[in-house]
């Protein structure tokens, strides 16, 4: 065999892979992240407050502000910044009392927002406000119920109780205090918590009940550990990646088989009949583009089907900016029908968030 054939032998598995990888960078006009991310995030600034329980900043609307916020970073949009730090300023002065407490999973959560814009600012005082959300998850309260003293003594979250919602919720904000301090406690508190739940909820398939005494994949339960799980994959140290690893690629496998021919995923995962539900599909879809982006996931497997999600999302986007074929915020329920029923909204920061998630990935390098 001449030099020049062995040279191309040689090189035709680093062509297959650039092939590969090119679907998640070369997308047609209206389909490309830098225009879906900037439809969004602007949207985003213009709108609404979507409160939890009609009190506090809600951990949909965070995780889009978030979205938000890396967007503007990463295309170095100095306007966009500052649009939404005025958004925030506000809960340094008016608007505190939409400030969240710090007794709940789910709006702990928020520390994640404040330790975001102190990392692209370095301004103290989103550190300050920050930390102690990730900190009061292991700061056992002195009415703590018999449960929550158990999970503490165990060394995990005293938050902790086995819904899949938890592993994005827990672990983006002790991951962001991680990436704020370098203190390796933060993500060492992330790990454990996250192997607990794959050896307490993962199914023999990859996926995941709702909770143990709730038999069914829910679509976006099933999002939060999926994208959870990428996100924190990518600031783990070796000790802690093995277990987690293994969990997410046993759950990609299977996320793949359940791609609807549409590109997207169903309000249920295994159901063909139910429809078809975005935002957990957005967060899916995060998770296969960041797989494929740090070579955790084949790319001549998964970056067809990352870009075959993405485009299908994009339809789901209205002329208004508003994410179409929303679940709305579900508790656990043991009842197939429950998970059917619920009620479909447009625009809610379900699902815009995760978007810009996506977006995020798709431009990272």
Request: glycine share 6%; net charge positive.
């Amino acid at each position: 065999m001449c030099k020049k054939s062995l040279l191309l032998l040689f090189l035709l598995p680093f062509q297959l892979v650039f092939a590969q990888t090119s679907l998640l960078t070369n997308f047609p006009e209206g389909y490309t992240p830098k225009e879906v991310g900037k439809r969004l995030a602007y949207h985003f600034v213009d709108g609404k407050h979507m409160l939890h329980i009609g009190k506090w900043i809600s951990y949909p609307e965070t995780f889009t502000w978030n979205g938000g916020l890396k967007f503007a970073a990463l295309t170095n949009d100095q306007e966009l910044v500052k649009l939404l730090q005025n958004r925030f300023e506000l809960l340094f002065t008016t608007e505190k009392a939409l400030l969240p407490i710090k007794n709940h999973v789910d709006v702990n959560m928020f520390g994640s927002l404040p330790l975001e814009l102190y990392k692209i600012t370095k301004d103290q005082r989103y550190l300050d406000l920050g930390l102690p959300y990730a900190d009061t998850q292991w700061q056992l309260p002195e009415n703590a119920k018999p449960k929550e003293k158990e999970w503490d003594q165990k060394g995990y979250s005293w938050q902790t109780r086995l819904w899949i919602d938890d592993m994005y919720m827990i672990t983006i904000v002790q991951s962001e205090a991680y990436k704020a301090t370098g203190d390796p406690k933060y993500i060492n508190r992330a790990a454990k918590e996250m192997v607990l739940y794959l050896d307490e909820l993962q199914r023999p398939n990859g996926l995941f009940y709702h909770a143990p005494d709730v038999p069914f994949y829910w679509g976006r339960g099933n999002g939060w550990m999926a994208a959870g799980m990428a996100e924190l994959l990518r600031y783990l140290p070796k000790k802690h990646k093995a277990r987690i690893m293994e969990g997410y690629l046993t759950m990609m496998k299977s996320l793949k088989e359940y791609q609807n021919p549409e590109g997207l995923w169903n309000q249920l995962l295994d159901d063909p009949e139910c429809w078809t539900e975005t935002s957990g599909s957005a967060m899916f879809t995060f998770a296969f583009i960041t797989g494929v982006k740090n070579g955790w996931l084949d790319a001549k497997e998964y970056a067809p089907a990352a870009r075959k999600a993405w485009m299908a999302l994009v339809n789901y986007l209205t002329e208004k900016n508003q994410v179409r074929e929303i679940c709305v915020g579900t508790n656990k329920k043991n009842d197939k029908q429950y998970y059917y029923d619920r009620p479909r909204r447009t625009g809610d920061f379900h699902a815009q968030g995760p978007y810009l998630w996506c977006v995020v990935a798709l431009m990272e390098k």
